[in-house]
């Protein structure tokens, strides 16, 4: 059997890509970078005590007190691994990637669930994103880009998209039908279906596909100081090159926290009733009482006339 050169005419695509988008690709590495170094000096800027604080009244809010002193130890345990400034350009890389990817996949998904052909168009799609190897992604986008952060974030973020598309599809697909027809038959529009009845009943398969997204984006860190993102995994590729096990140790600890991290306080966001201190507050709010109806007037009976 004759060989195939499908090789060949990918290679030929993306060249002719490279030759006839240079201006939107510049625009792209320019808006990425931006947006990247932005975040890094948010993250980066104040002190490292000031993020911890936060990071850990944040946790306290919307988890508990659990998650709190996890925050509070793992992050100080980090500062104190000096790998302060790789953890936060780390979740910069990781918030730009994962926010792209949420607002690719989150739209696909609604389309997907509204329409079976597109929802069967796309499968194919989404199984081939998931399944290709994580270091084919840096080829067209190390090419694409060049060495640095936008090729690490573009690859993240074309790996992290699926579970949004899929999840969002499930949940939307998962809402009773009953009570969308009910919608129907009060005379809303679909579109008023979607944004009341559909989207607020599937919100915990879509915040799931949110929190899957993360974890992937946090799982291409690796991979993306391969392509040049500053971070943690500059430490480990560096500690793995140079085979240093104590930086290896303390990049991927610093990995694993911020993991943990990330994934318990997205998790928090999509539970029902919360289990954080906002939570609490909230049900021990007391509810205002409502007053008692005026007693209703007494109608007295007519007294017989004398002699009846």
């Known amino acids: 059997m004759p060989r195939i050169e499908l090789g060949s005419y990918v290679e030929a695509f993306v060249l002719w890509l490279l030759s006839a988008i240079p201006a939107l690709l510049d625009g792209i590495s320019a808006v990425v970078t931006v947006v990247v170094e932005a975040l890094t000096a948010v993250f ?9 604080v936060l990071l850990t009244v944040a946790a306290l809010l919307v988890r508990g007190w659990g998650l709190a002193v996890f925050t509070l130890l793992g992050f100080a345990l980090i500062d104190a691994f000096d790998l302060w400034q790789e953890t936060m350009e780390t979740l910069g890389v990781v918030l ?34 998931q399944t290709t190897p994580v270091f084919v992604y840096l080829i067209p986008a190390v090419f694409f880009f060049g060495i640095g952060v936008v090729p690490g974030v573009v690859a993240t973020t074309i790996f992290s998209i699926p579970p949004a598309v899929r999840l969002t599809e499930l949940g939307i697909r ?10 129907h038959a009060f005379g809303a529009h679909p579109r008023q279906i979607l944004r009341e009845v559909q989207l607020p009943m599937a919100l915990p398969s879509i915040m799931a596909g949110i929190n899957q997204v993360i974890m992937l984006a946090l799982s291409m860190v690796v991979v993306a ?3 040049g993102a500053d971070g943690l995994g500059t430490v480990v590729v560096s500690a793995v090159t140079q085979l ?4 290896g140790v303390e990049g991927g600890l610093a990995v694993v926290i911020l993991a943990i991290f990330l994934d318990r306080f997205t998790a928090a966001l999509a539970e029902r009733p919360g289990r954080g201190l906002l939570a609490t507050l909230r049900t021990r709010r007391p509810q205002p009482t409502a007053e008692a109806p005026p007693p209703a007037p007494t109608i007295a009976a007519p007294t017989p006339a004398p002699g009846t």
């Open 225 to 227: 100081g391969l392509a």
């Open 174 to 183: 998962g809402v009773d039908p009953e009570v969308v027809e009910a919608a």
């Open 96 to 129: 730009v990637a994962a926010l792209i990817a949420t607002a690719v996949g989150v739209p696909l998904g609604i389309w997907a669930a509204r329409s079976r052909s597109v929802g069967a168009a796309l499968r194919p799609l989404l199984d081939l994103m």
């Open 44 to 52: 980066a800027g104040p002190p490292w005590w000031v993020w911890l």
């Open 244 to 247: 240093d096990i104590a930086a």
